[in-house]
């Protein structure tokens, strides 16, 4: 429940393929500034140095900047991380605090969380080891003590709630479970 | 401990649940690479000197990073302190140690340790070498193998003195010790992450391979 790892393993991928990159970059250029200073020694008047000069100096550069972008992308990626983990639980304390606000019993509590996580009926009731009519029943009672018309807006309720407020920062979503 | 459910592997304190891949590129990299010429291949030899030069755009990636790398890869996250270290080895005798966001005190000096005997290793290799790239001692081995000999000539004609032999002399044991040395660190390192993630009670080796693929614990 607290992991995407789909958004994890595409950035991996993607650092992983930057870095190797880089390493392929740094060893290129540790061999041409060697084979530079190689011919440098033999035939210090070369016409090639200047020339070779302006490559090493942008060899170095590429590592630089291919290190910057990496370190941006490492630390886009952890950012990302951690809003993703502190909007669900920000989500999760959203929903709680709203169902004690309007008294549902602990089995509509859990009706009520499996019908936001897009469950229908049938799929609850199986859960549930309970009978369909049991559970639609409790849909209803749950819909009127929220004062929603049905399921979507139910859902939406929520969604609304996150969007409206913001995303709360992650202090304030600590506190409580620290 | 009552760690934040939601923000238990990003909380700050922390050591890193996984190293970035440029960390762990360059520690495999540099650890295969030390095996390989302190072990396995002959002094001097074409793959010795390749692996050699490798070593060192390993070990200049790694310095780079140490500065523009993300913070727990970054050299002040793990300044080189002798009396935190110190401080720390006691307190894994006495079983109980605090978490770094890095590397621990003594990891951290083991790391510089590491980092400046390679430099001393390269710089003796590269002054044993006259500073050939791989593709020239490829060349010059090249020829010599086809009877030319004047490659070899040319090779030691700058050190036809007896100061230089024996300097090259003095060179060469400093490169040979380094290498010993290396294997040295090498061992105490194994050990200090074997002991170090039996008191801490979780692995200090999968954040450095593939890490935790399910965080969280
Ligand atoms: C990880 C880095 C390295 C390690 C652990 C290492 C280790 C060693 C060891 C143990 C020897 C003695 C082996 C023997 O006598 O057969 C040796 C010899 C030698 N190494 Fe390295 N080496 C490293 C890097 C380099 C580099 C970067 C170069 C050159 C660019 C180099 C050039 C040489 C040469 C030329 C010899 C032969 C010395 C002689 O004439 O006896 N090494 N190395
Ligand atoms: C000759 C071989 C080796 C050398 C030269 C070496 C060198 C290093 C260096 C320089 C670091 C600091 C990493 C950085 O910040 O870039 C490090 C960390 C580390 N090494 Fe090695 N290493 C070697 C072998 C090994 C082996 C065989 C293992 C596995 C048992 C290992 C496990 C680790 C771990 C787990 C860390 C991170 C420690 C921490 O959590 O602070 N190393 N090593």
Redesign the pocket.
Known sequence: MSESPDIRTAGRRQTAALSIFLLIQTLGTVFFVGDVIGDLREDPGSAHFIFEAVVTAALVLGIIFGAFALRRTIELLRAQDQALAVARGALSDVIEGQFTAWALTPAERDVGLLALKGLDVAEIAELRGAAQGTVRAQLTRIYSKAGVSGRAQFAAFFVEDLLGAGVPSAEASTVKAG | MATPRTLASTAVGA?PSLWDPV?RL??WG??AS??TNAVLDEGGSLLHVSVGWIVMALLVL?LVWGVLGPAE?RFSAFPPNPVTAVRHLRQLVAGRVRHYP???PA?AL??YA??ATLAVVTASGLYLTGGATPMQVAEEKAAVASGDWSALIAEGGGESSEEDKSLRHTVEEVHEVAANL?LL??AL??AG?IVEGRVLRRS??R??LLGDVRRGK
């Open positions: 050591s960390v360059t520690h540099i650890a030390v095996l790694r890869a890095s590397h621990n990891g083991m790391a590491f980092w290396l660190l090498a390192h194994i992450v200090l080796v954040p450095m």
